[in-house]
């Protein structure tokens, strides 16, 4: 056989490699792509509640916010099987309908905003959230201080004439009402103030907020 003969049959060779080569450069980069891309969708289903969060503004709702006073005879402690109000005698309340819910009391946390956003932290001691019954009875209290938001589930649970009991998986109705105890007893009415519900658990985001008087 002739030199040209070997020297084609090499070139031929040399071109196969470079074309193998150049194969699986490609599919190394598209494993990698591919490899990123799950990674990306694991860390984003992690850091938003976790695959299946639904949003909580589409299934809870408060509305009809009404100012007033704490009534003589409420209090903020639980134990008794028919404890009204929610709230401290004499302090300044916000009273909010509960629109539509589709939720538990384990999947909400509640919030005060100032007109610049930011939690509002003009509460006291006193300060608080309470969902009440159409009885007046305490159903779930939290009792945040002077930064205005639950930062953990409801800190107690109260029975009522109507329930045996509340827990986490008790579900928020449009039978209820929240009391919002500011901490004081002086008005905090055209502050800019907002109310706004936090999903937790298999609920992720936020409600839209809603002005108080």
């Known amino acids: 056989m002739s030199a040209s003969w070997f020297r084609q049959q090499g070139g031929r060779k040399a071109r196969k490699r470079a074309v193998s080569s150049i194969i699986a450069t490609i599919l190394l980069v598209a494993i990698t792509v591919v490899l990123a891309a799950v990674l990306?969708?694991?860390v984003s289903s992690l850091t938003s509640g976790g695959v299946g969060s639904k949003p909580i503004g589409s299934a809870f709702?408060?509305?009809r916010p009404t100012a007033g006073t704490c009534a003589a005879g409420s209090a903020q402690t639980l134990g008794a099987s028919a404890i009204t109000g929610g709230c401290k005698a004499g302090d300044f309340i916000y009273t909010l309908t509960v629109?539509?819910?589709s939720v538990s009391f384990g999947s909400v946390l509640f919030e005060?905003?100032?007109?610049?956003g930011a939690t509002f932290t003009g509460g006291s001691a006193s300060s608080s959230f309470a969902v009440i019954d159409l009885s007046n009875h305490v159903a779930a209290i939290s009792i945040t201080g002077a930064a205005m938001a639950?930062?953990?589930k409801w800190s107690g649970y109260g029975l009522t004439t109507t329930a045996p009991?509340?827990?986490d998986s008790t579900p928020i109705t449009n039978q209820h009402l929240i009391v919002i105890d500011m901490g004081s007893p002086t008005p905090t009415t055209n502050q800019g103030l907002a109310f706004v519900a936090l999903g937790i658990g298999s609920y992720t985001g936020a409600t839209n907020l809603l002005s108080l008087p």
């Open 150 to 152: 639950m930062t953990a």
């Open 61 to 63: 709702a408060a509305s």
């Open 165 to 167: 009991s509340y827990s």
């Open 40 to 42: 990306y969708l694991l």
């Open 112 to 116: 005060i905003k100032t007109s610049l």
């Open 99 to 101: 629109e539509s819910s």
